[in-house]
């Protein structure tokens, strides 16, 4: 079946700006994460949702990012006012279940620049 | 939360050569997985190892969960093998977290 998928591929976007990022389960996960990738770094926790809630939305950087799940299957990752320092590639990975005891699989990211 | 740390963080050798790439983490996990992160940005599954041994062509990956750690072995390596090799372990709290990554450059 497909993998997990991302829109859009590439996002350039002007400071001050809002942004939507979509994230596509694979079929049947329950469990959905965000991620974000810095240049050289690994990628960052944002947040995790089993089913339609936030279980954990502790790595959120602060309050203009907010994710949304609302049936349980696609995602939308929303950032208002965006900033330079957003520039980043952000990660979406799912796996059937909570993440202690499956596989998680991760999308192609979507690569954000703000400028 | 716990700490995962991945040597060496680079690594250059030549086609055929083996390498082993390692990580080490701060407390017990519940779950590891190794990724290999392409050029183009994509992570790929290569083990979901919580313990023990696996096998997969030329990879192969053991994981300790008593002492903390966990080895990648990559045999004979390709061009193709080049690139962010990531390790990942799972808290209690179901959040999974990276190293920084070993950035390996094999040779033609």
């Known amino acids: 079946g497909a993998g997990v998928s991302q829109t859009p591929s590439n996002k350039v976007t002007e400071k001050g700006k809002y942004v939507e990022l979509r994230c596509d389960p694979i079929s049947g996960h329950t469990a959905l994460y965000w991620y974000r990738q810095s240049l050289g770094q690994g990628p960052e926790f944002l947040i995790y949702?089993?089913?339609?809630?936030?279980?954990?939305d502790s790595g959120l950087p602060n309050d203009r990012f907010f994710a949304v799940r609302p049936e349980g299957s696609v995602s939308t990752l929303k950032i208002q006012r965006t900033e330079r320092g957003d520039s980043a590639v952000y990660l979406c990975?799912?796996?059937?279940?909570?993440?202690?005891?499956?596989?998680?699989?991760f999308g192609p990211g979507t690569r954000l620049t703000v400028l | 939360g716990i700490q995962v740390e991945q040597s060496p963080p680079d690594l250059i050798l030549q086609e055929g050569a083996n390498s082993t790439l390692r990580c080490n983490f701060s407390d017990s996990v519940n779950n590891l997985q190794w990724f290999h992160q392409n050029p183009w940005g994509q992570l790929i599954n290569l083990f979901y190892i919580p313990s023990g041994t696996k096998q997969n062509g030329r990879l192969s990956a053991t994981t300790v969960a008593t002492e903390r750690y966990s080895l990648l072995y990559i045999s004979s390596s390709q061009t193709t093998d080049s690139g962010v090799y990531f390790c990942?372990?799972?808290?209690?709290?179901?959040?999974?977290?990276f190293g920084k990554g070993t950035r390996l450059h094999i040779l033609p």
């Open positions: 949702f089993q089913g339609t809630g936030a279980a954990d």
């Open positions: 990942a372990g799972v808290n209690r709290d179901d959040k999974i977290i």
């Open positions: 990975a799912s796996s059937l279940g909570p993440t202690s005891y499956n596989e998680q699989f």
